[in-house]
């Protein structure tokens, strides 16, 4: 079995009296699409900035790609930041030639590499334009385009499709992923639709720890397996209750006329609704469990764990 | 090719690019020449000046003061580059970033030394330069005062643009510490006539070696009355190190999160 591309071994970094990371250990084989999903402050940026040498930890052992982490170390890595990096008046080709030239790519090979990632991520007619006349999702594509052109082994994504709409998201991921040879790829991200669709792994972060990791499958597994949404015209506290003690019955809450119920099974349970509450239940959708379920029943979880 | 010359490189195009910003820079200064030297050439008698022509006189000045202008809009490169994110892309690549600061900065001194020799060149056919060394020697004097000028003064941006916050801030403090020093330079009038303290403050001033050198490249007839090329050099020399090295100390301090 390959080494891992990042092996982190009781991490710690603190930021004066906050801790950033917790003794945080962590392993993504190579060739993964490695999903570190945790809320805004929960130390997804910070594990990034080790990697990527920008900072250094404050304990515990970090190896990337098999070498202590160090500046020449990112010429094997590439990087996209949660905000556009290109200067708006540079055209679009010039960035990329500028760029290429810091991570050493020769021009010769620049020549066919750049027009080569801009068709590949739908930005080929673009080339000779000011990149500031790019639309917000373009920007992003030229992002990672540009972020692909020394070939790194390890591509470091720090909330890469934020503030892009559903459609672009997946030309950005389509286009990244089909390129070969593959980049171990390690994605920051809040949204938990885009790291179920793309990650084959994920660690989910909170308060500098890793409270859960595995496949997206694995993490989903071990939950109550669907997720009732449920139109409900005032709903008692009483029968909240009762839903929540039958057998099967995970979380129930409510909110603004929708109950949403995760349960095993949906089929045993609707019947018993509509006895509990006849003529107040005017409609019910089923979804099977999300990352999303997963991610808030295993944060949820550690949440309510008393601290010992 | 090296970190510093590709960044070097691109900030000159982006100069070049900004056309409004390459004249405005050359254009000042050239139409300060002629209106204030003209004007003050015709109304005032400058008995006191060496060849009597005010317009002459005030060729070094102008030659400094673009020099200055030059260095306090080249820092607007270093906020743009942090503004748009391109100063964390470059702390992302292999290269050590003391030589990112370095292609940076020999961009400004690049920019600096050629808007400030067009400023000569252009002014030096309608003006009585003396030209005491030869028209050559007198050109490679000048330019070595204008080339240690620009380093020491793009050093000196750079050393505060990475210490100060905003480019409003940036360019406050550089419009309050270099016009005082621009006006008790020589660059206007001779210091040889103000109050003992003013003159102590112009022999103070780093400015005043670099109008000396170039007065003495162009304009004087002889060295009577100036401080002399080896003080000047040395000076400006001096300078021109220190204040680059301070510069180049300190790295920029970019978090991931980019603030």
Known sequence: MPDPAIRASNVTRRYGNRLALDRLSLEVPQGAVFGLLGPNGSGKSTFIALVAAAEAPDSGELEVLGERPARPLLQRIGTVFQENTADPLMRVSEYLRFSGALFKVPRSHLQTRIPELLSRFGLGDRAADPVGQLSGGMRRRLEVARSLLHEPALLLLDEPTTGVDAEERSVLWRALLEGAPRPTVLLATNDLVEADAVCTRVAFLQAGRIVAEGTPAQLKAGLRRESIRIGWTAPEPAQLAQVASWHGVGDVAADDGTVVVTADDASTLIPRLFELAPGAIHSVAITPASLEDAYFQHVRRRSETPAK | ?259
Do not use: C
Not at chain 2, 16 to 41: A, E
Not at chain 2, 112 to 129: E, H, N, R, S
């Open chain 2, 1 to 259: 090719m090296s970190a510093a010359i590709i960044l070097a490189r691109r900030d000159l195009l982006a100069v070049v690019r900004s056309r409004s910003q390459l004249y405005s820079s050359m254009l000042t200064p050239l139409l300060f020449l002629v209106f204030l030297g003209n004007g003050v050439s015709k109304g005032l008698e400058p008995s006191n000046l060496p060849a009597g022509n005010f317009t002459a006189y005030l060729v070094a000045g102008t030659v400094v003061m673009t020099s200055v202008f030059s260095s306090t809009f080249s820092s607007a490169s270093y906020y743009r580059d942090r503004d748009s994110g391109l100063l964390r892309l470059l702390l992302s690549t292999p290269h050590a970033p003391r030589n990112l600061l370095l292609g940076k900065s020999l961009a400004a001194l690049a920019i600096g030394t050629l808007q400030a020799l067009i400023v000569l060149l252009v002014a030096a056919p309608f003006v009585d330069f003396e030209w005491q060394y030869g028209t050559l020697a007198g050109l490679g004097i000048a330019l070595a005062a204008v080339v240690l000028t620009n380093l020491m003064l793009t050093g000196l941006a750079q050393a505060l643009a990475s210490r100060i916050q905003t480019m409003q801030g940036f360019h406050l403090l550089m419009n309050l510490a270099l016009f005082p020093l621009l006006f008790f330079s020589g660059a206007f009038f001779p210091v040889d006539d103000l109050p003992a303290w003013l003159q102590a403050l112009a022999y103070a001033n780093p400015l005043t070696y670099a109008v000396d050198g170039l007065e003495l490249a162009t304009y004087a007839a002889n060295g009577d009355g100036f401080m002399g090329l080896g003080i000047d050099f040395v000076v400006l020399g001096a300078l021109a190190a220190g204040v680059y090295a301070v510069g180049l100390a300190r790295v920029p301090k970019v978090t991931w999160s980019g603030e």
